[in-house]
């Protein structure tokens, strides 16, 4: 049993930061003075730092809003929704994605630390290709895909979920360089 996490594989930056107003000056002060840095939902820090790439590639301004089934909606009246992989060993997958998103969204985007990319896929060829798992212990549906993007090498199971779902990826998405 892990009694006491630690952060690894990551650097503290300096970055303004709304808070509640639950959250109140004192308690903020008391934290600082311990001298640590506060850990950060990098989802959330995803779906921020990949709009301006994404207003690129959709050619229109849009804004986070975090609505019911998409977390980006441009000027244009796209709405994406934005899933940050959580990278394994030989594995990137992404939570809860099964059909509370379906037909919410028009487009679907990943950032994929693996690859240093964003994959932007249309959110109907995603639920019609896709294979997702359902994650009893957190009650939602996944989906998973290679770590390296690649679909030949040690450990790759030709037909598996996880290859022929980067293999949807590969074929059926834009891509994104960082």
């Not at 000027?75 to 994406?80: A, K, L, T």
């Not at 030989?90 to 919410?104: D, V």
């Not at 949807?168 to 994104?176: C, F, G, P, R, W």
Request: hydrophobic share 35%; aromatic share 8%; net charge neutral.
């Amino acid at each position: 049993m892990n009694t006491h996490r630690m952060q690894k594989n990551g650097r503290v930056i300096m970055l303004p930061v709304y808070v509640s107003n639950h959250i109140t000056g004192e308690m903020i002060q008391l934290f600082t003075e311990r001298g640590e840095s506060l850990s950060v939902n990098a989802g959330i820090i995803s779906e921020q730092v990949v709009l301006p790439y994404l207003e690129e590639h959709f050619s229109s301004p849009g804004t986070r809003v975090d609505a019911d089934g998409y977390d980006h909606l441009f000027d244009n009246g796209i709405r994406n929704e934005h899933k940050k992989l959580s990278v394994r060993k030989t594995s990137a997958a992404a939570k809860n994605i099964g059909a509370n998103k379906q037909g919410k969204c028009d487009t679907i985007s990943f950032h994929h630390p693996g690859t240093d990319s964003i994959y932007i896929i249309e959110s109907a060829t995603f639920f019609d290709n896709a294979i997702l798992n359902y994650d009893k212990t957190g009650n939602c549906w996944d989906v998973n895909f290679y770590y390296d993007m690649q679909l030949s090498g040690k450990g790759k199971r030709i037909g598996c979920n996880a290859w022929k779902n980067t293999e949807m990826l590969l074929n059926k998405s834009a891509q994104i360089q960082l």
